[in-house]
């Protein structure tokens, strides 16, 4: 059997395979499925300090090979979460990754505060989610922001804390290393593309927020690429993600330079995505007599 398991910022994965945040909401619903311990770690659906609605629909369409969503973190907010999903994540042998969106860095940081106490096992910042006004992609796009934000939450957790990038940038190497001079323990990248589509007959844009962001396979060789460049300047454990679909796409990402790899928008199509990517993957280390560490990083760029 191959040897699997994987480390991210200190914390240690039975196997490579995270679910993304946003596409499996808590859990509940694909816990129906199958055994939630097949996976190497759960990442929530974002939270903020209070409890969000989210953006009027329609805010999700399909686009060739991926979707566009403006959900905009609808969620309970961060307290009911401790309250009422935690438990039932921690029934099951997965980590628990929260992942969290403040409006400033102060709420970054309380959230935070909440969450290591609650004894969740890392927590991810978004600093890049492009469907809220306040917050989000503002912090993700400019290097001095995404660092004060990293450092405060930095200041508040006990818990690891793992900072997400957004691709919507010129230069991902200086938001990346700014996050890393600020102290963060681990990058996870992407999140979605800011895209828009329009109805030819009502000349009205498909989704209610005009603008949403791009998931799935159509944003896969961004991700990779991004990853890589990522890889190749800091030292900090990475989770990839963007439009993984296969083990072969997990491989490949982390032939790039992910530690570990996230499922997203996969999960819409087929509820079992996670578990065959992290089966397909299994099969492939064990073709080519590796164990999930020694992939990391190999790629022979020309
Ligand atoms: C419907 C939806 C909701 C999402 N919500 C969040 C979120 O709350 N926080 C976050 O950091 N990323 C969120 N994302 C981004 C995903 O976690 C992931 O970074 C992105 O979709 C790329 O991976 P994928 O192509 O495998 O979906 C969301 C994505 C989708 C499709």
């Not at 311990?37 to 399909?62: D, F, Y």
């Not at 809220?132 to 690891?160: D, S």
């Not at 396979?217 to 990475?238: D, E, G, H, K, S």
């Amino acid at each position: 059997m191959t040897d699997l398991h994987v480390e991210l910022a200190g914390v240690t994965l039975k196997n490579p395979i995270v679910v993304a945040s946003g596409t499996y909401g808590f859990g509940r619903e694909y816990g129906q499925f199958y055994d939630l311990s097949k996976l190497g770690a759960i990442c929530v659906k974002g939270l903020t300090l209070q409890r969000r609605e989210g953006n009027p629909p329609p805010r999700i369409a399909e686009t060739p090979a991926g979707i566009l969503n403006s959900v905009g973190l609808q969620n309970p907010g961060v307290d009911e979460f401790i309250a009422k999903e935690l438990p039932f994540l921690r029934q099951y042998d997965v980590k628990v990754i929260v992942n969290i969106s403040g409006n400033t860095p102060e709420e970054y940081g309380q959230m935070c505060e909440k969450l290591s106490e609650a004894g969740v096992d890392l927590i991810e910042v978004n600093i890049s989610c492009p469907n809220v006004k306040a917050g989000g992609l503002a912090y993700g796009t400019r290097p001095e922001l995404a660092a004060e934000v990293t450092a405060v939450a930095k200041a508040h957790a006990t818990a690891p804390v793992m900072v997400k990038l957004s691709p919507n940038v010129t230069d991902i190497v200086t938001i990346a290393k700014a996050v890393e001079d600020a102290g963060a323990d681990a990058l996870s990248l992407i999140n979605t593309l800011l895209g828009m589509r329009i109805d030819l007959r009502t000349r009205r844009p498909v989704l209610k927020n005009n603008m949403g962001g791009l998931s799935g396979p159509a944003v896969f060789p961004v991700a990779v690429r991004m990853v890589y460049q990522v890889r190749q300047a800091t030292r900090l454990p990475i989770l990839g993600m963007g439009g993984v679909a296969s083990g072969r796409d997990a491989a490949e990402l982390m032939m790039a330079g992910a530690d570990a790899v996230a499922v997203g928008t996969a999960c819409f199509a087929d509820a079992y995505a996670p578990v065959r990517t992290r089966d397909e993957l299994a099969r492939y280390l064990e073709e080519n007599d590796l164990n999930a560490r020694e992939l990391t990083n190999t790629v022979r760029p020309w």
